[in-house]
């Protein structure tokens, strides 16, 4: 299976996949951390959903992230001073 993205992949670019309980189908988070930008891939639907959200945190990939039953977690830091980790907060998908 292929899945076809809506735009070329850039470096800023930041995938994990996640499973929803309710709907019972897995899911693809792709969100471009520079542009803030965040889209949602449906397994059940074979689509994309474009979100059109402001935050006022940013997500660095040099923290990584971990993936517990179905559920993905990520540091979020503040965009005010995103060198503050201790500002940070417990981000999921």
């Known amino acids: 299976m292929w899945i076809q993205p809506r735009n070329s992949y ?3 670019d930041y995938y994990t ?4 309980k ?5 899911k693809i988070l792709r969100m ?6 965040y889209e949602v891939y449906d ?5 994309w959903k474009i979100f059109h959200e402001t935050r006022d945190w940013s997500i660095s990939k040099i923290c990584g ?9 990520w540091l979020g830091l503040s ?4 060198s503050d980790s201790s500002r940070g907060s417990k981000r999921s998908f």
């Not at 996949?17 to 929803?20: A, E, N």
């Not at 397994?43 to 689509?47: D, G, L």
């Open 17 to 20: 996949i996640g499973y929803d």
């Open 10 to 12: 850039k470096d800023s």
């Open 79 to 82: 965009k005010e001073d995103p």
């Open 65 to 73: 992230h971990v993936s517990v039953n179905g559920n993905t977690y």
């Open 22 to 26: 309710k709907s019972s189908c897995y």
């Open 43 to 47: 397994f059940a639907s074979n689509s």
């Open 32 to 37: 471009d951390t520079f542009h803030i930008e």
